[in-house]
């Protein structure tokens, strides 16, 4: 009956240490997971604060030039010109969102600051009665340089605030550092920079604790967030702050992981549920459920009756093992590797994208540079506009910094034009110098340069005239008044090779001499084609495809090098995004007209697969807001997710193929030396005891079970061969008893010679061989003379002696091959005479009837005074037809005439009795 109680001990032991193992495994792989969890969350972490360690040194970085900006406007004069200061203070704090107030020192008191309203309290301001100011302050003055000071309790709103100061000073006096003359102070919303940098604390998956006020660094005192996380383990990721000093952000995971307090309690269920199963097993093992493990039965998932060969098993067991553990295994791996691909495609996207944002936008800064360069040599009256050659080749150094550039140059007040220029179009990439003057009367000359920067020949001259006054960065110039970006227009320049058959973009300013005149307006422009093969060089070995766009729509360059304008006549027509070469970029126009977000995303499904495409909008400091796409194939993504399928296949499949062959080799290993095993005790079972030649088996077991198996089989061999011996022994005594039982039922008891039966049966076949062999056969009849006499005189018993007697005398008579001389009853004997006539047998039967007489046995109541006896003899050649008893009556009946004619005597069938002869008798 299937129960617990008669289980034994040592299942009940094997069970408590089954579950007990199995609970401190769970317990260690839960801790080895958990460890897993939180470093790889640390290292997430790491990744999340050294991107916002970098948004925050490039916020800072930028400001820090911003507030250096303002500071060199200060320079000439040392003096506050509120009317020069508003306009750029206000722009600051316009495009920069958390800029709180830009503010003017005069020695340590605040004289100057924008926008006045919220910020009264800090006009007036002295430093020096605010020590947590001071502290920034000093630090500047002390580097003579731009420094982060803070952050600390604003004077305005007690929030925490970070101030960027720079300290401008007197002029240098004879070697001897100039004093200090004020300090420019950009105050900065601390917690709007956190949240910028991604490290608004509403939403964030760690704790984040900052230290190092006042650029301080690691050890210096903590300004944000809980600082007892510094105590312990934590993650730490150094901000560098501009001109010196750093902060330090650290972090610990949120004790409320969900996700990895899930993944823990799946550990144990698994755990709980193995250990189960294990305790389960184990009492199956042990015969709680019925007669469960125990020996001699079959395995309970094998139909009854089924027998499977040893090889095949251990392969199936090696299989059962082994599918699932490949099938599961290779399925994580897969949805790993799927995952990770995900998110491996969507992390270089971004970055790819952010990348090329980045590119892009430092990109565009850069006629910013040129520009306002020129601007300021004209306006520090170092522009060479009045020597043309100096001024273009000072053009020439500029563009040869800048590889991108397609023009540097001036258009005057009259209208003449001075570049230097690259050709984006042409084989010929030699720089050129550019002019169109009133003393030619406004014809463009295109000069070739030399290393130098001098102009070495004529390339070609223009058809008509060229005035830079009609150009429309000129026209944008006078138009904004300051330095602006232009709308894209099409090149004017028609050289003889086409090389500037091509739209362009680029900023341009109004040039003022330091009186304040204005001389002319200042370009650095780009070639839309130049633009298109920068983006072709970002995206280069990315499958990437870029464009630039403006925000109706237009393009303006795309990495596919699509065309971005058509000629309608003389009219450059731009193309917009709907209406591109490339269909991927036609595909892309769609969700971006949609969505009015800054930056976004969008699968494109196209034709020949899936794109990703991701957009930035950002907005040119005085210019257009631009769009940059870019569209990557999701293929190349998936193709690793395949890629690594394929693999977990080949692996999965090579995994089984050797762990078939391992299979095969083990079962083969453990089965070959069972199976001879096997065929051994078959013909053990048919009786063959030749020693069987067993496969040696390394297994022990097996080992001694043939050993064992072969002891039996000489024990049973030499058991059987002892048995056969006997038998054989009897058999040889039994066959020997059997002859003599068989001569005995031959043999007359008293005479020892042949019996009245074995007379018979040699008379019939010795009368059938006659009969064959067509030759005679004879038989004499002898019957002893007045033997009832002799008995009755002499006692029987001397008749039985006298009867030897005569038998003997026959006996000693018939010595051919083939005769028999026989008993044939009471005192009568018989002879056959086999290949004997009546002539031979009649010779044979007068010898015995002498040999009788002459043993001389007295018989007093003979006449012969002696034992005598008469013989008939009949002979005859038989024939089919004659029974051989025939033969016999005919001898009998010749016996018969023997005894009438006298006794002592033959007589042969012829009736005529043969006399003994008298000296015989
Ligand atoms: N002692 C002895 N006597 C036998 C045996 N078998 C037959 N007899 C005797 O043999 C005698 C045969 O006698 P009969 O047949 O009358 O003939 P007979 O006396 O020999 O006279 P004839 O044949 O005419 O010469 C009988 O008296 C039988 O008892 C035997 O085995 N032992």
């Given at each position: 009956?299937?129960?617990?109680?008669?289980?034994?001990?040592?299942?009940w032991?094997?069970v408590?240490?089954a579950?007990?193992?199995?609970?401190?495994?769970t317990?260690?792989?839960?801790?080895?997971?958990?460890?897993?969890?939180?470093r790889?969350q640390s290292?997430?972490i790491?990744?999340?604060?050294q991107?916002?360690?970098?948004?925050?040194e490039?916020?800072?970085?930028a400001?820090?030039q911003l507030?250096?900006?303002?500071?060199a406007?200060?320079?000439?004069?040392?003096?506050?010109?509120?009317?020069?200061l508003r306009?750029l203070?206000e722009?600051?704090?316009?495009?920069?969102?958390?800029?709180?107030?830009?503010?003017?020192?005069?020695?340590l008191?605040?004289?100057f600051?924008h926008?006045?309203e919220g910020?009264?309290?800090?006009l007036?301001?002295h430093?020096?009665?605010?020590p947590e100011?001071?502290?920034?302050?000093?630090r500047?003055i002390e580097r003579?340089d731009?420094?982060?000071a803070?952050?600390?309790?604003?004077?305005?709103?007690?929030r925490?605030g970070v101030?960027?100061?720079?300290?401008v000073?007197?002029?240098?006096?004879?070697g001897?550092p100039g004093?200090f003359?004020?300090m420019?102070?950009?105050?900065v919303?601390?917690e709007?920079l956190?949240?910028?940098?991604?490290?608004?604390?509403?939403?964030?998956?760690?704790?984040?604790?900052?230290r190092?006020?006042e650029?301080?660094?690691?050890?210096?005192?903590?300004f944000?967030?809980d600082?007892?996380?510094?105590?312990?383990?934590?993650?730490?990721?150094?901000?560098?702050l501009?001109?010196?000093?750093?902060?330090r952000?650290?972090?610990?995971?949120?004790?409320?992981d969900s996700?990895a307090?899930?993944r823990?309690?799946?550990?144990?269920t698994?755990?709980?549920a193995?250990?189960l199963?294990?305790?389960?097993?184990l009492?199956?093992?042990?015969?709680?459920?019925?007669?469960?493990g125990g020996?001699g039965?079959l395995h309970?998932?094998?139909?009854?009756?089924?027998r499977i060969g040893i090889?095949a098993?251990?392969?199936g067991?090696?299989l059962?093992?082994l599918?699932?553990?490949?099938?599961?295994?290779g399925w994580?791996?897969y949805?790993?590797?799927?995952?990770?691909?995900?998110?491996?495609?969507?992390?270089?996207a971004?970055?790819i994208?952010d990348r090329?944002?980045?590119?892009?936008a430092?990109?565009?800064e850069?006629p910013?540079?040129?520009?306002?360069f020129?601007?300021?040599?004209?306006r520090?009256?170092?522009?060479?506009?009045?020597k043309?050659e100096?001024l273009m080749r000072?053009?020439?150094?500029?563009?040869r910094?800048?590889?991108?550039l397609?023009?540097?140059?001036?258009g005057t007040?009259d209208g003449?034009?001075?570049?230097?220029?690259r050709?984006?179009?042409?084989?010929d990439?030699?720089?050129?110098?550019l002019?169109s003057r009133?003393?030619?009367?406004?014809?463009m000359h295109i000069?070739?340069?030399d290393?130098?920067?001098?102009?070495?020949?004529?390339m070609?001259?223009g058809?008509g005239?060229?005035?830079a006054?009609?150009?429309?960065?000129?026209?944008?110039?006078?138009?904004?008044?300051?330095?602006?970006?232009?709308p894209?227009?099409?090149?004017a320049i028609?050289?003889?090779e086409g090389a500037?058959?091509?739209?362009g973009?680029g900023?341009?300013?109004p040039?003022f001499?330091?009186?304040?005149?204005?001389?002319?307006?200042a370009?650095?422009?780009?070639?839309?084609?130049?633009?298109?093969?920068f983006?072709r060089?970002?995206t280069?070995g990315?499958?990437?495809?870029?464009?630039?766009?403006?925000t109706?729509?237009?393009?303006?360059?795309?990495s596919a090098?699509a065309?971005?304008?058509?000629l309608?006549?003389?009219e450059?027509?731009?193309i917009p995004?709907?209406e591109s070469d490339?269909p991927?970029?036609?595909a892309?126009?769609r969700?971006?007209?949609?969505?009015?977000?800054?930056e976004?995303?969008a699968?494109l499904?196209?034709?020949?697969?899936?794109f990703?495409?991701?957009?930035?909008r950002?907005t040119?400091?005085?210019g257009?807001?631009?769009?940059?796409?870019l569209?990557l194939?999701t293929?190349?993504?998936e193709?690793m997710?395949s890629d690594?399928l394929r693999?977990?296949?080949?692996l999965?499949?090579?995994?089984?193929?050797?762990?078939l062959?391992?299979g095969?080799f083990?079962?083969d290993?453990?089965?070959?030396p069972l199976?001879s095993?096997s065929r051994?005790?078959s013909r053990?079972a048919?009786?063959?005891w030749q020693?069987?030649?067993h496969?040696?088996s390394p297994?022990r077991?097996?080992?001694a079970?043939?050993a064992?198996?072969?002891s039996m089989?000489?024990q049973?061999?030499?058991?059987?061969?002892t048995?056969?011996h006997?038998?054989?022994e009897r058999?040889?005594e039994l066959?020997a008893?059997n002859?003599?039982?068989?001569?005995?039922?031959?043999?007359?008891?008293?005479?020892g010679?042949s019996?009245?039966?074995h007379?018979?049966q040699?008379?019939?076949?010795?009368?059938?061989?006659?009969?064959?062999?067509a030759q005679?056969?004879?038989?004499?009849?002898?019957?002893?003379?007045l033997f009832?006499?002799?008995?009755?005189?002499?006692?029987?018993?001397?008749?039985?002696?006298?009867?030897i007697?005569?038998?003997?005398?026959?006996?000693?008579c018939?010595?051919?091959a083939?005769?028999l001389?026989a008993r044939y009853g009471?005192?009568?004997?018989a002879?056959?005479?086999a290949?004997?006539d009546?002539e031979?047998?009649?010779?044979?039967?007068?010898?015995?009837?002498?040999?009788v007489?002459?043993?001389?046995?007295?018989?007093?109541?003979?006449?012969?005074?002696r034992?005598t006896v008469?013989i008939?003899?009949?002979a005859?050649?038989p024939?089919?037809e004659?029974?051989?008893e025939?033969l016999?009556r005919?001898?009998?009946e010749?016996?018969?005439?023997?005894?009438a004619g006298g006794?002592?005597?033959?007589?042969?069938e012829?009736?005529?009795?043969?006399?003994?002869?008298?000296g015989?008798a």
């Amino acid at each position: 009956m299937p129960g617990f109680r008669h289980l034994e001990a040592k299942v009940w032991a094997s069970v408590v240490l089954a579950l007990c193992l199995g609970a401190a495994l769970t317990v260690a792989i839960a801790q080895y997971d958990r460890r897993l969890g939180e470093r790889s969350q640390s290292s997430r972490i790491e990744v999340r604060l050294q991107a916002a360690a970098f948004e925050l040194e490039r916020t800072l970085s930028a400001l820090a030039q911003l507030n250096h900006d303002v500071a060199a406007t200060l320079l000439p004069e040392r003096a506050i010109t509120t009317a020069k200061l508003r306009p750029l203070a206000e722009k600051l704090v316009n495009d920069h969102r958390r800029i709180i107030d830009v503010a003017v020192s005069h020695g340590l008191e605040v004289v100057f600051v924008h926008p006045v309203e919220g910020n009264e309290a800090v006009l007036g301001m002295h430093f020096d009665t605010r020590p947590e100011q001071m502290e920034g302050v000093r630090r500047a003055i002390e580097r003579r340089d731009t420094v982060i000071a803070g952050p600390l309790p604003l004077v305005q709103n007690g929030r925490p605030g970070v101030i960027v100061r720079t300290p401008v000073f007197h002029p240098a006096t004879d070697g001897e550092p100039g004093a200090f003359w004020g300090m420019v102070s950009t105050v900065v919303e601390f917690e709007g920079l956190l949240e910028d940098a991604g490290l608004s604390s509403a939403d964030l998956p760690f704790t984040l604790a900052i230290r190092g006020r006042e650029g301080s660094g690691a050890q210096g005192p903590p300004f944000h967030g809980d600082a007892a996380l510094f105590r312990g383990t934590h993650v730490a990721v150094d901000v560098a702050l501009p001109a010196g000093g750093r902060w330090r952000l650290g972090a610990t995971p949120r004790a409320d992981d969900s996700e990895a307090a899930a993944r823990i309690a799946r550990i144990y269920t698994a755990g709980a549920a193995i250990s189960l199963a294990l305790a389960l097993l184990l009492l199956y093992r042990g015969g709680a459920f019925g007669s469960g493990g125990g020996a001699g039965r079959l395995h309970p998932f094998l139909p009854a009756g089924v027998r499977i060969g040893i090889r095949a098993f251990l392969i199936g067991v090696s299989l059962l093992v082994l599918l699932p553990i490949l099938a599961i295994g290779g399925w994580v791996s897969y949805r790993n590797a799927q995952q990770s691909t995900e998110r491996f495609s969507q992390a270089l996207a971004r970055e790819i994208g952010d990348r090329l944002h980045d590119r892009v936008a430092a990109f565009f800064e850069v006629p910013r540079h040129f520009v306002a360069f020129n601007v300021e040599q004209a306006r520090a009256g170092l522009l060479p506009y009045e020597k043309p050659e100096d001024l273009m080749r000072g053009f020439l150094s500029q563009i040869r910094q800048q590889p991108l550039l397609t023009f540097v140059s001036m258009g005057t007040a009259d209208g003449q034009y001075y570049a230097a220029s690259r050709p984006p179009h042409g084989a010929d990439k030699a720089l050129r110098m550019l002019h169109s003057r009133a003393a030619d009367d406004y014809v463009m000359h295109i000069f070739r340069t030399d290393q130098t920067g001098r102009s070495t020949s004529l390339m070609s001259t223009g058809k008509g005239r060229f005035d830079a006054r009609r150009r429309p960065w000129f026209e944008a110039a006078l138009d904004s008044g300051s330095l602006a970006w232009y709308p894209a227009y099409r090149y004017a320049i028609n050289d003889a090779e086409g090389a500037y058959d091509t739209m362009g973009i680029g900023m341009s300013a109004p040039l003022f001499d330091p009186h304040g005149s204005f001389i002319g307006v200042a370009t650095a422009d780009v070639a839309l084609s130049q633009l298109s093969e920068f983006l072709r060089e970002l995206t280069a070995g990315t499958q990437a495809t870029a464009f630039i766009a403006e925000t109706n729509g237009l393009m303006l360059a795309n990495s596919a090098l699509a065309p971005i304008y058509r000629l309608d006549g003389e009219e450059a027509v731009r193309i917009p995004l709907a209406e591109s070469d490339s269909p991927l970029i036609r595909a892309a126009a769609r969700p971006l007209a949609a969505s009015a977000q800054p930056e976004g995303s969008a699968s494109l499904p196209l034709g020949n697969g899936n794109f990703l495409f991701e957009w930035h909008r950002f907005t040119l400091a005085q210019g257009p807001t631009l769009t940059i796409g870019l569209i990557l194939p999701t293929a190349h993504f998936e193709a690793m997710a395949s890629d690594t399928l394929r693999n977990i296949l080949y692996l999965a499949l090579a995994v089984m193929i050797l762990s078939l062959m391992i299979g095969l080799f083990v079962s083969d290993w453990v089965a070959r030396p069972l199976r001879s095993l096997s065929r051994a005790s078959s013909r053990l079972a048919r009786g063959d005891w030749q020693p069987a030649s067993h496969e040696p088996s390394p297994i022990r077991e097996v080992a001694a079970l043939f050993a064992t198996m072969d002891s039996m089989a000489a024990q049973l061999k030499r058991h059987t061969e002892t048995l056969e011996h006997k038998v054989r022994e009897r058999t040889e005594e039994l066959e020997a008893a059997n002859h003599k039982l068989a001569m005995l039922s031959l043999t007359d008891g008293l005479t020892g010679i042949s019996n009245r039966r074995h007379f018979d049966q040699m008379l019939h076949s010795e009368w059938a061989r006659a009969l064959r062999a067509a030759q005679p056969l004879a038989i004499l009849m002898i019957d002893i003379d007045l033997f009832k006499k002799y008995n009755d005189h002499y006692g029987h018993q001397a008749g039985d002696e006298c009867l030897i007697r005569v038998a003997h005398a026959i006996q000693s008579c018939v010595k051919r091959a083939g005769d028999l001389a026989a008993r044939y009853g009471g005192e009568e004997f018989a002879v056959i005479c086999a290949e004997s006539d009546l002539e031979k047998a009649t010779a044979l039967a007068s010898i015995l009837c002498h040999a009788v007489a002459a043993q001389a046995l007295p018989h007093m109541l003979s006449p012969h005074g002696r034992v005598t006896v008469s013989i008939g003899v009949a002979a005859a050649v038989p024939a089919p037809e004659v029974a051989p008893e025939t033969l016999l009556r005919r001898a009998d009946e010749a016996l018969y005439r023997a005894k009438a004619g006298g006794r002592n005597r033959v007589d042969a069938e012829t009736g005529n009795p043969q006399p003994l002869p008298a000296g015989r008798a």
